[in-house]
């Protein structure tokens, strides 16, 4: 019956137990600056009920499971200062739920999935994600309809795209750091 599960700071946790996808009744997983964890079972997928998932500072992570995409509750996910973190599983556009992203910082991130413009976004932040094609989050980010707000802090753009005004909903946008913006 276990919903809430903080493991905050288990800075010597390199991974998770198998079985963990059992935890079913799970709702919200805290593994912030487990700063060892370097992967998730495959049976992750199995937390159908998860709603909440925060491994901001999991700087070993390199990759999500392949079913990662089968968290279909999933609606808040914090990946902040995942630096190993190259890319995101293909089912990761399956997160229909999905609404807050932080990527912030994700050092290593060079891809996104190709359906992770099918995503319904309100909140995502590609801050510092410098090895991201910053043509790739200007197309990406056209498609979420939702969209209120938006950080794009610390990114190398020298200008705005001009159809930055089709973004009617969003209501905040961060670009701080954004040392060439003209």
């Given at each position: ?122 909140d995502i932040d590609f801050g ?55």
């Amino acid at each position: 019956n276990l919903q809430t599960l903080n493991l905050n700071w288990c800075e010597k946790l390199e991974s998770l137990p198998e079985r963990f996808g059992e935890l079913t009744n799970l709702q919200t997983l805290n593994l912030m600056m487990c700063e060892k964890l370097k992967s998730l079972p495959e049976g992750f997928g199995e937390l159908e009920n998860l709603e909440v998932l925060n491994l901001s500072g999991c700087e070993k992570l390199a990759s999500l499971p392949e079913r990662f995409g089968d968290l279909k509750n999933l609606q808040t996910l914090n990946l902040t200062w995942c630096e190993k973190l190259v890319s995101l599983s293909e089912g990761f556009g399956e997160l229909e739920n999905l609404q807050t992203l932080s990527l912030s910082e994700c050092y290593s991130l060079v891809s996104l999935p190709k359906r992770f413009g099918e995503l319904n976004l309100t909140d995502i932040d590609f801050g510092y994600c410098k090895k991201l094609d910053l043509a790739l989050i200007f197309d990406v980010i056209f498609k979420f309809e939702g969209l209120t707000k938006l950080s794009l802090e610390g990114l190398k753009m020298e200008s705005l795209p001009e159809r930055f005004g089709e973004l009617r909903n969003l209501q905040t946008l961060n670009l701080n750091s954004c040392y060439k913006l003209g």
